[in-house]
């Protein structure tokens, strides 16, 4: 893989790789013709916020969250059609926290998805009105899509991972700490990143996996070898985001590189070095795989996944 983030390293067999592309790929056949439906079905959304939403649902990013949630329910016993909701549910949130992400008073960018950012290609009070209104069609969608008996612990598992404790709360905390505004010990500071990274992004991940089980009726053992999954897989990606960030490029990434050092964010790479980063990264995909062990059989994807988020090159 040119470009890869761990070289030097070990890397997984390209089999594995191509395999778990193509697996990727089958998701994004699954959930993308739904989200179309989705934003088409909202009523009396005017069209050009409708457009925006389209715009900033379906433009080809990994759809990551949506797998987790499908895999989840396959493994442990259920269908993706059941976890079809959720699935469409947290990519909604996901899309909306990109949208918002970018903006001006946020981190300013002008490339996602390998497009322009939506407060770009349309401007920024449709930006944002975008970002509300993907927001509760997340939660109309699972209230509406999941059998009645679980759609309220559905809807509850998303607001707290999406709320002020979770994304939201991470997101304050990553522009809090620009431009070097964490002082401290390497300890404390790599304490406070961690704390940003779990709720930034990590929330939403173990939310996927959580609502993925839900819809795909997981029992107890499930939900705990999910949890440590979901934990360990959360911090790895973000740590290969903030690597990729700082060694990735912009072709493949599809996005702006090298905005974190630019605003001053608090990141592995800053906190921890790159070759540690790295080291660490690749401990936390090997600890969400072993965590597929728990998941009698059928976590050969999450597993594999875990490994591909901190050798991808995008
Ligand atoms: C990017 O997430 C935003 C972060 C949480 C760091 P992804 O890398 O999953 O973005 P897409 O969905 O593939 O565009
Ligand atoms: C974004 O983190 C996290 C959320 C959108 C919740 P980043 O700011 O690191 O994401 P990128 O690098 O812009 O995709
Ligand atoms: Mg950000
Ligand atoms: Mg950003
Ligand atoms: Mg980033």
């Not at 998701?27 to 069209?47: K, Q, T, Y």
Request: net charge negative.
């Amino acid at each position: 893989m040119a470009g890869s983030m761990l070289q030097p390293g070990p890397q997984p067999p390209s089999a594995a790789t191509d395999s778990l592309i193509e697996a990727l790929a089958e998701v994004r056949r699954f959930i993308d013709p739904r989200l179309e439906e989705l934003v088409a079905a909202s009523d009396d959304v005017p069209p050009r916020l409708r457009e925006a939403m389209r715009y900033a649902l379906l433009a080809p990013g990994k759809r990551l969250r949506p797998a987790l949630a499908l895999w989840a329910a396959e493994a442990c016993g259920g269908t993706w059609e059941a976890a079809a909701a959720c699935a469409a549910a947290v990519e909604m949130i996901h899309a909306y926290s990109l949208v918002h992400d970018d903006l001006p008073a946020m981190d300013d960018d002008d490339l996602r998805r390998g497009r322009p950012t939506c407060h770009r290609a349309f401007d920024e009070a449709t930006a944002i009105l975008c970002g509300d209104a993907l927001q509760p069609l997340a939660f109309q969608t699972l209230a509406s899509g999941l059998p009645p008996e679980i759609a309220g612990v559905g809807c509850g598992i998303l607001a707290r991972a999406a709320g002020g404790g979770g994304l939201v709360g991470g997101q304050a905390d990553d522009l809090a700490a620009e431009g070097g505004a964490v002082s401290g010990s390497p300890e404390a500071r790599l304490e406070a990143l961690e704390r940003i990274h779990r709720r930034k992004t990590g929330a939403l991940f173990s939310a996927s996996l959580a609502l993925g089980g839900l819809a795909g009726g997981g029992n107890a053992q499930f939900s705990a070898a999910i949890e440590r999954y979901g934990r360990a897989f959360g911090l790895a990606f973000q740590i290969a985001d903030d690597l990729l960030d700082a060694e990735g490029t912009q072709e493949a990434m599809g996005k702006r590189v090298g905005k974190d050092a630019d605003r001053g964010k608090l990141t592995f790479p800053v906190v921890l070095g790159i070759d540690e980063s790295r080291r660490r990264a690749r401990r936390l995909a090997d600890e969400a795989a072993e965590a597929c062990g728990g998941l009698g059989g059928r976590g050969e994807k999450l597993a594999a996944l875990a490994h591909w988020i901190v050798h991808r090159s995008h």
